[in-house]
């Protein structure tokens, strides 16, 4: 069972605008969430982070939005540039116990048109 | 100021043979994980490790995989007698504590022939 959902495998969106990538989780337990962007053969690298005491999280361009209720994320970029393509993976985990590794979802490749 | 090491970067091994996978987190870490993410999925975690101890190997198949941490050296990845399934990149991840966040390496992919 997938317990981080990232419904969308693509998103297009033109140079300038507003980026929203969405992602789903069905654990109750997840109390910390992440975002990693991905390249091509590359490692992924660490966008930004929510804890689940707060609702808003905003870095720059990017701000991460959760509602616990839903237990629905979603990652904002904006202004979208180029450099941005990439593929976006929502993370989550808790903290009492249990697994210590994050749990991926499966991406969501964004692509930037000029 | 260098990043997650991982070598090799590329890895052939044909069936029945051994891959052995090393990690080097960064200066001043001493948590690693490994995670694996197979064609068309994400990463999946395999296991967690502090100096010289296994701390949490939930993810890990139960056969012909290992890990180490040892005092010294670099986080090894080890499987034996691989199959064409084992196909994947794997990624090393490091954190100075448990509960920071961890960088990631490059990642090694394994072909499996």
């Known amino acids: 069972d997938q317990q981080v959902k990232q419904n969308s495998p693509s998103l297009s969106v033109q140079e300038g605008r507003i980026s929203i990538l969405n992602c789903d989780y069905t654990?109750?337990?997840?109390?910390?969430f992440l975002w990693y962007k991905k390249y091509p053969a590359e490692g992924p690298t660490f966008l930004i982070s929510?804890?689940?005491?707060?609702d808003k999280n905003e870095d720059g361009r990017f701000t991460v939005f959760l509602n616990k209720s839903a237990k629905h994320l979603s990652l904002h970029i904006v202004p979208s540039q180029p450099g941005d393509s990439a593929v976006y993976f929502c993370?989550?985990?808790?903290?009492?116990?249990?697994?210590?590794?994050?749990?991926f979802g499966k991406g969501t490749h964004l692509i930037i048109q000029p | 100021n260098a990043g997650v090491m991982q070598n090799p970067r590329h890895l052939v091994r044909r069936r029945g043979q051994e891959a052995r996978l090393r990690c080097s987190p960064m200066?001043?870490?001493?948590?690693v994980y490994w995670y694996r993410q197979l064609p068309e999925e994400g990463l999946k975690f395999m296991v967690y490790?502090?100096?010289?101890?296994?701390?949490?190997e939930s993810g890990m198949p139960k056969e012909r995989f290992s890990a180490e941490f040892p005092k010294e050296g670099p986080s090894i990845l080890r499987i034996q007698q691989v199959v064409r399934g084992d196909s994947a990149a794997y990624f090393c991840?490091?954190?100075?504590?448990?509960?920071?966040?961890?960088?990631f390496g490059q990642g090694t992919r394994l072909t499996v022939v």
């Open positions: 654990n109750s337990m997840f109390d910390y």
């Open positions: 929510i804890s689940s005491i707060k």
């Open positions: 200066k001043g870490h001493s948590h």
């Open positions: 991840a490091s954190s100075p504590a448990r509960d920071l966040g961890a960088f």
């Open positions: 490790l502090q100096k010289e101890n296994i701390i949490d």
């Open positions: 993370a989550a985990r808790y903290s009492g116990g249990g697994a210590d590794g994050l749990t």
